[in-house]
Protein backbone atom coordinates (compact mmCIF):
# COMPACT_ATOMS: atom_id res chain seq x y z
CA UNK A 1 0.00 0.00 0.00
CA UNK A 2 1.49 3.24 -0.84
CA UNK A 3 2.40 5.74 1.84
CA UNK A 4 4.18 8.96 3.03
CA UNK A 5 7.29 8.78 4.09
CA UNK A 6 9.20 11.85 5.66
CA UNK A 7 12.80 11.81 6.60
CA UNK A 8 14.80 12.60 8.78
CA UNK A 9 12.79 10.90 11.51
CA UNK A 10 14.87 12.75 14.11
CA UNK A 11 16.33 15.83 13.85
CA UNK A 12 18.46 18.00 16.64
CA UNK A 13 19.93 21.54 15.89
CA UNK A 14 21.21 24.47 17.48
CA UNK A 15 18.61 27.57 18.39
CA UNK A 16 18.84 29.85 15.17
CA UNK A 17 20.04 27.48 12.44
CA UNK A 18 17.90 26.16 9.15
CA UNK A 19 16.48 23.00 9.01
CA UNK A 20 14.73 21.24 6.08
CA UNK A 21 12.35 18.72 6.92
CA UNK A 22 11.64 16.18 3.95
CA UNK A 23 8.68 14.34 2.59
CA UNK A 24 7.51 12.19 -0.28
CA UNK A 25 3.77 12.63 -0.41
CA UNK A 26 1.95 9.34 -2.25
CA UNK A 27 2.20 9.70 -6.02
CA UNK A 28 -0.59 10.30 -7.52
CA UNK A 29 -1.72 12.63 -4.66
CA UNK A 30 -2.05 16.08 -5.68
CA UNK A 31 -2.37 17.77 -2.32
CA UNK A 32 0.14 17.64 0.23
CA UNK A 33 0.60 19.40 4.39
CA UNK A 34 2.55 19.90 6.64
CA UNK A 35 1.32 19.90 10.59
CA UNK A 36 3.05 20.27 13.73
CA UNK A 37 2.68 18.53 17.07
CA UNK A 38 3.99 19.95 20.07
CA UNK A 39 4.28 16.44 22.76
CA UNK A 40 1.35 16.29 24.75
CA UNK A 41 -0.65 18.59 22.50
CA UNK A 42 -3.26 18.20 19.56
CA UNK A 43 -2.57 18.50 15.70
CA UNK A 44 -2.18 21.66 14.31
CA UNK A 45 -2.23 22.98 10.83
CA UNK A 46 0.68 24.50 9.58
CA UNK A 47 0.61 25.16 4.92
CA UNK A 48 -1.46 23.55 2.61
CA UNK A 49 0.08 23.25 -1.23
CA UNK A 50 -1.67 22.58 -4.70
CA UNK A 51 -0.27 23.36 -8.25
CA UNK A 52 2.94 24.39 -7.03
CA UNK A 53 1.17 26.95 -4.56
CA UNK A 54 0.35 27.92 -1.50
CA UNK A 55 -3.34 27.29 -0.95
CA UNK A 56 -4.17 27.46 2.55
CA UNK A 57 -1.26 28.43 5.87
CA UNK A 58 -2.21 29.30 9.37
CA UNK A 59 -1.16 32.17 12.04
CA UNK A 60 1.80 29.74 13.32
CA UNK A 61 3.15 29.62 9.39
CA UNK A 62 4.80 33.00 9.38
CA UNK A 63 7.95 34.08 7.39
CA UNK A 64 10.22 31.46 9.06
CA UNK A 65 8.80 28.94 7.54
CA UNK A 66 8.50 28.11 3.85
CA UNK A 67 7.52 25.17 1.64
CA UNK A 68 8.58 24.01 -1.76
CA UNK A 69 8.50 20.89 -4.02
CA UNK A 70 11.68 20.99 -5.72
CA UNK A 71 11.03 18.00 -8.11
CA UNK A 72 8.32 15.82 -9.05
CA UNK A 73 8.41 13.93 -5.70
CA UNK A 74 9.68 15.70 -2.70
CA UNK A 75 7.90 18.22 -0.44
CA UNK A 76 9.66 20.20 1.66
CA UNK A 77 8.95 22.32 5.12
CA UNK A 78 12.40 24.37 5.60
CA UNK A 79 12.56 26.66 8.82
CA UNK A 80 15.31 29.80 8.30
CA UNK A 81 15.87 30.55 11.89
CA UNK A 82 14.60 27.61 14.87
CA UNK A 83 13.94 28.85 17.82
CA UNK A 84 13.27 26.60 20.93
CA UNK A 85 9.60 26.58 20.58
CA UNK A 86 9.69 24.91 17.37
CA UNK A 87 10.44 21.69 19.06
CA UNK A 88 7.43 19.53 17.95
CA UNK A 89 6.80 16.36 15.85
CA UNK A 90 6.27 17.52 12.17
CA UNK A 91 3.94 15.50 9.96
CA UNK A 92 3.17 15.64 5.54
CA UNK A 93 0.26 14.85 4.90
CA UNK A 94 -1.09 14.25 1.31
CA UNK A 95 -4.59 13.47 -0.56
CA UNK A 96 -6.06 13.56 -3.74
CA UNK A 97 -8.41 16.10 -3.52
CA UNK A 98 -10.10 18.25 -1.16
CA UNK A 99 -13.87 18.37 -1.61
CA UNK A 100 -15.48 14.87 -2.80
CA UNK A 101 -16.01 11.35 -1.63
CA UNK A 102 -12.98 9.11 -0.32
CA UNK A 103 -10.33 11.74 -1.91
CA UNK A 104 -10.59 13.86 0.69
CA UNK A 105 -8.64 11.74 3.31
CA UNK A 106 -5.50 12.96 4.34
CA UNK A 107 -3.13 10.33 4.82
CA UNK A 108 -0.13 11.13 7.15
CA UNK A 109 3.90 10.53 7.06
CA UNK A 110 6.05 8.71 10.15
CA UNK A 111 6.37 12.24 11.26
CA UNK A 112 9.95 13.82 12.12
CA UNK A 113 11.01 15.06 15.76
CA UNK A 114 12.64 18.20 15.40
CA UNK A 115 14.63 19.00 18.90
CA UNK A 116 15.91 22.44 18.85
CA UNK A 117 18.54 23.18 22.00
CA UNK B 1 -14.08 29.51 13.88
CA UNK B 2 -14.90 25.94 14.23
CA UNK B 3 -13.81 23.94 17.40
CA UNK B 4 -13.47 19.96 18.06
CA UNK B 5 -14.04 18.87 21.57
CA UNK B 6 -12.75 15.62 23.05
CA UNK B 7 -14.48 15.62 26.38
CA UNK B 8 -12.64 12.22 27.68
CA UNK B 9 -9.15 12.24 27.84
CA UNK B 10 -8.76 9.11 28.56
CA UNK B 11 -10.96 5.79 28.21
CA UNK B 12 -10.06 2.53 29.21
CA UNK B 13 -11.68 -0.94 27.53
CA UNK B 14 -11.43 -4.54 27.77
CA UNK B 15 -10.17 -6.61 25.69
CA UNK B 16 -13.19 -7.74 23.07
CA UNK B 17 -15.57 -5.47 24.55
CA UNK B 18 -16.83 -1.95 23.11
CA UNK B 19 -16.00 1.38 23.37
CA UNK B 20 -17.07 4.72 22.37
CA UNK B 21 -15.46 7.78 22.11
CA UNK B 22 -16.96 11.55 21.85
CA UNK B 23 -16.30 14.22 19.78
CA UNK B 24 -18.74 17.39 19.68
CA UNK B 25 -17.70 20.14 17.01
CA UNK B 26 -18.98 23.78 16.75
CA UNK B 27 -19.14 24.83 12.99
CA UNK B 28 -21.63 27.07 11.24
CA UNK B 29 -20.48 25.21 7.52
CA UNK B 30 -23.21 22.93 5.92
CA UNK B 31 -20.72 21.18 4.06
CA UNK B 32 -18.19 19.84 6.22
CA UNK B 33 -15.88 16.28 6.72
CA UNK B 34 -15.34 14.68 9.93
CA UNK B 35 -12.28 11.87 10.31
CA UNK B 36 -11.29 10.09 13.41
CA UNK B 37 -7.39 9.19 13.29
CA UNK B 38 -5.07 7.40 15.60
CA UNK B 39 -1.61 7.74 16.47
CA UNK B 40 -0.25 4.57 18.53
CA UNK B 41 3.11 4.91 20.86
CA UNK B 42 4.85 5.47 17.78
CA UNK B 43 2.80 8.59 16.92
CA UNK B 44 2.49 7.39 13.54
CA UNK B 45 -1.19 9.43 12.78
CA UNK B 46 -3.57 6.39 10.75
CA UNK B 47 -6.65 7.42 9.52
CA UNK B 48 -9.28 5.52 10.75
CA UNK B 49 -12.44 6.55 9.39
CA UNK B 50 -14.08 9.35 7.59
CA UNK B 51 -17.89 10.90 7.19
CA UNK B 52 -19.03 13.29 4.91
CA UNK B 53 -21.55 15.38 6.60
CA UNK B 54 -24.24 15.11 3.53
CA UNK B 55 -24.49 11.80 4.05
CA UNK B 56 -26.92 10.21 6.64
CA UNK B 57 -25.34 6.77 6.87
CA UNK B 58 -23.11 6.59 9.36
CA UNK B 59 -19.95 5.33 7.89
CA UNK B 60 -18.40 1.81 9.08
CA UNK B 61 -15.02 0.60 8.73
CA UNK B 62 -14.49 -2.98 10.00
CA UNK B 63 -14.81 -2.65 13.75
CA UNK B 64 -15.02 0.51 13.91
CA UNK B 65 -18.05 2.74 13.57
CA UNK B 66 -19.39 6.15 13.66
CA UNK B 67 -22.17 7.49 14.95
CA UNK B 68 -23.11 11.21 13.59
CA UNK B 69 -25.47 13.02 15.05
CA UNK B 70 -25.39 16.58 12.53
CA UNK B 71 -28.17 18.63 14.62
CA UNK B 72 -26.25 17.76 17.83
CA UNK B 73 -22.92 18.23 16.15
CA UNK B 74 -21.82 14.84 17.44
CA UNK B 75 -19.35 12.76 15.91
CA UNK B 76 -18.80 9.61 18.08
CA UNK B 77 -16.49 6.74 17.44
CA UNK B 78 -17.02 2.90 18.30
CA UNK B 79 -14.63 0.12 17.99
CA UNK B 80 -15.97 -2.90 18.72
CA UNK B 81 -14.43 -6.51 19.88
CA UNK B 82 -11.35 -4.38 21.01
CA UNK B 83 -8.33 -5.65 20.39
CA UNK B 84 -4.80 -4.36 22.21
CA UNK B 85 -3.57 -3.31 19.27
CA UNK B 86 -6.39 -0.96 19.46
CA UNK B 87 -4.48 1.24 22.46
CA UNK B 88 -3.69 4.40 21.39
CA UNK B 89 -4.61 8.08 20.94
CA UNK B 90 -7.53 9.34 18.83
CA UNK B 91 -8.05 12.28 17.69
CA UNK B 92 -11.23 13.66 16.22
CA UNK B 93 -10.81 16.14 13.16
CA UNK B 94 -12.93 18.22 11.29
CA UNK B 95 -12.45 19.46 7.64
CA UNK B 96 -14.67 22.12 5.81
CA UNK B 97 -15.60 21.73 2.16
CA UNK B 98 -13.63 24.64 1.12
CA UNK B 99 -10.77 24.73 3.01
CA UNK B 100 -7.88 22.09 2.75
CA UNK B 101 -6.48 21.86 6.40
CA UNK B 102 -7.62 19.45 9.34
CA UNK B 103 -8.92 20.88 12.74
CA UNK B 104 -8.23 18.43 15.61
CA UNK B 105 -9.69 17.99 18.80
CA UNK B 106 -7.20 17.53 21.99
CA UNK B 107 -7.30 13.47 21.63
CA UNK B 108 -8.80 10.55 23.82
CA UNK B 109 -6.20 8.08 25.16
CA UNK B 110 -7.56 4.42 24.92
CA UNK B 111 -6.28 1.79 27.23
CA UNK B 112 -7.16 -1.64 26.53
CA UNK B 113 -6.45 -3.81 29.02
CA UNK B 114 -6.90 -8.20 29.49
Known amino acids: EPEVTQTPSHQVTQMGQEVILRCVPISNHLYFYWYRQILGQKVEFLVS????????KSEIFDDQFSVERPDGSNFTLKIRSTKLEDSAMYFCASSEGTGTGRAIGQFFGPGTRLTVL | AQTVTQSQPEMSVQEAETVTLSCTYD???????LFWYKQPPSRQMILVIRQEAYKQQNATENRFSVNFQKAAKSFSLKISDSQLGDAAMYFC???????????FGTGTRLQVTL
Open chain 2, 93 to 103: AYKTGTASKLT
Open chain 2, 27 to 33: TSESDYY
Open chain 1, 49 to 56: FYNNEISE
